[in-house]
């Protein structure tokens, strides 16, 4: 699929990663970018292909809103999430359901909308953000994100198959951490969010179903066909 030409909607636009997918594809000659949030007023990227749109993962109403005043889109980035910060054992489960809530059914039912606008428009693309966490858990705080990761992860595979009639290329990208707001705080190694758009933009321009971002990406996919000790440590005992 080519990016110059293209019309885009992506999810989560106004700040981290969703803004720098905004940027990177006005730069690459996309026609127009449907540059949607929760808070569209909070879009203050200035150009005129920049069309910003409410759209809430959590409100099927703002979905279908979106999908009506886009029908022209091409190229569907899902971006948009939320990291609650819950663990599996302790925290309140209505947090787990807002992780699993937001990253697969909301995903989904953005999908869900869009899909018929890009069979109409040829097929075209859609790409979902995911991470490592969709494939290891970690004890950070991150299992209840890391389960909604996981779910949003097969998710996409499934929607991949079911939809590859209409042509639609569906790619998942995986990568550990950005430099974003959400990943603000955490004690990591964290990349430019501006090489997440520049390593999904490549990958949709060469077809790719698949884009591992970085280095920890490459190795957590790498080390599941090994022996799980590597990447989870073996309980003590007396």
Known sequence: ?????????????????GRRFVEQLLERGAVKVYASARRPESIDIRDPRVVPLHLDLLD?????QAAASAPDVTLLVNNAGIATGADLMTSDLDLVRQDLET?????????????????ANGGGAIVNILSVLSWVATAEGSGSYSVAKAAEW??????????ADQKTLVQGVHLGAAD???????????????????????????????????????????????????????????
């Open 180 to 238: 974003t707001d959400m990943m603000a705080g955490r004690d990591a190694p964290k990349i430019d969010p501006t090489n997440v758009a520049q390593a999904t933009l490549d990958g949709v321009q060469k077809d790719a179903i698949e884009v591992l971002v970085d280095a920890p990406s490459h190795y957590v996919k790498t080390a599941l066909s090994a022996d799980p000790t590597h990447l989870y440590p073996t309980p003590q005992t007396n």
């Open 60 to 64: 099927e109403e703002s979905i279908a």
């Open 103 to 119: 990253h697969l059914f909301g995903t989904l039912r953005v999908i869900r909308a869009f899909a018929p606008a890009l069979a």
């Open 1 to 17: 699929m080519d990016i110059a030409g293209s019309t885009a909607l992506v999810t989560g636009a106004n700040r981290g990663i």
């Open 154 to 163: 097969n998710m996409t595979n499934a929607v991949r198959v079911e939809l």
